[in-house]
Structures are given as structure tokens and as C-alpha cells.
């Protein structure tokens, strides 16, 4: 018997407190009794996500650019906690930090400055917390980017648009060419 409607909890109650996507179901085969269930598939944890995207930019970033992650969302006893707060944790960081040098040339001369983007990483539906807004509205105010992606794809449209993937590489489907990055720079 064919059972539609709303997932039923597996035998061994694996599914509570389990955060899935409300539109994500799957048609998998109970093989006890045969019947087919309607089974949510669950969105990809952020540090999953996370762990993806790096070691796809980490073959395919230009290599004058440093990427980094600073490790604020772990969870810690409430002592390791009060030390990283007086060493100067600050809450609502962003995931991924890239920092590199823009070249540009006009008619009057060639030209450098510092660049920074800012990228925190949410599972889809997820929603910046008040310490994050406040962190990427500050970024933005002195003149670094701050975006938010919820899928790799996004993140990766993100870092490629600021011109940080290497020239003619592949990644996501797409190949990052020059005039992409100077469709960039132009904005």
C-alpha cells in the first residue's frame, strides 16, 4: 500500500530533533513491509557546507588570495569560553574571511588597494542572528564586502564574481574568465 502524506518517524526514532527542509521528500521503500513512504531528506548541517565549499576553494582560489576561518560557533565549556572572549572573540564573525590585493589601471597610472569579503555560510532558510547583522553591517560600513550564501553554488557565485577563482578554472559548472572580473571591477 502506497502511503502518501506527511513522513512517518523510522522504526528507531531517528528522525526527532532532526532539522530537515519542509519541501525536500524522497520516495523511499520500507523493506520490512514493502511499502512506500514519503521520508524527508535532511538540509546539509553548516559545517558540512562549510567543509565542501573549502576544499573546493582551496583547488581553485587565485593563490594572492588568503582564505580563513575563525572558529567561533563551536561549542565550549563556559571557561574555554571566558578565555577567548578576554582574547578577543568577537561574536557574529564571519564563517570566511578572504583578503587580497585589486589591481586596476586608469589613464593616469596603475593602482592597488586592500580588499576584504566577509562570508557567512547558513543552511538554507537560515537567518543571520542579530551579532552576525550587526558584524556584516559594520564590515560593509568600512568599505569590505559581507554576503551570505546558503547553498555552494551561491558561495562559490560570490567569490567568483570578485575575481578570486583563477582565470579559465571550471568549478560549479562555470568557467571563470577575464571579463568577468572586469565586469566586476567596473562596479
Not at 578565555?83 to 592597488?112: C, I, P, Q, R
Not at 588597494?113 to 568600512?142: C, H, V
Request: net charge positive; charged share 30%; glycine share 8%.
Amino acid at each position: 500500500m502506497n502511503k502518501s502524506g506527511p513522513a512517518r518517524r523510522s522504526r528507531a526514532g531517528r528522525s526527532e530533533g532532526m532539522t530537515v527542509r519542509q519541501n525536500r521528500l524522497e520516495q523511499q521503500k520500507d523493506l520490512l513491509t514493502g511499502d512506500w513512504h514519503s521520508v524527508p531528506i535532511a538540509a546539509p548541517k553548516e559545517h558540512e557546507l562549510q567543509i565542501a565549499l573549502v576544499t573546493m576553494l582551496k583547488q581553485c582560489l587565485r593563490p594572492d588570495v588568503i582564505m580563513r576561518h575563525v572558529p567561533n560557533g563551536e561549542v565550549r565549556d563556559k571557561r574555554t569560553a571566558a578565555k577567548l572572549k578576554a582574547m578577543g572573540v568577537l561574536a557574529g564573525s564571519a564563517d570566511l574571511e578572504f583578503f587580497w590585493k585589486h589591481y586596476w589601471e586608469d589613464s593616469d597610472s596603475s593602482h592597488t588597494n586592500f580588499r576584504a569579503l566577509f562570508l557567512e555560510l547558513k543552511r538554507p532558510g537560515g537567518k543571520l542572528s542579530m551579532e552576525q547583522a550587526a558584524f556584516g553591517l559594520a564590515m560593509r560600513t568600512m568599505g569590505a564586502d559581507f554576503e551570505v550564501a546558503s547553498s555552494i553554488d551561491e558561495a562559490i557565485m560570490t567569490v567568483g564574481m570578485r575575481g578570486l577563482i583563477r582565470p579559465g578554472v571550471k568549478v560549479c559548472g562555470r568557467r571563470w574568465q577575464l571579463d568577468t572580473l572586469a565586469k566586476k571591477d567596473a562596479l
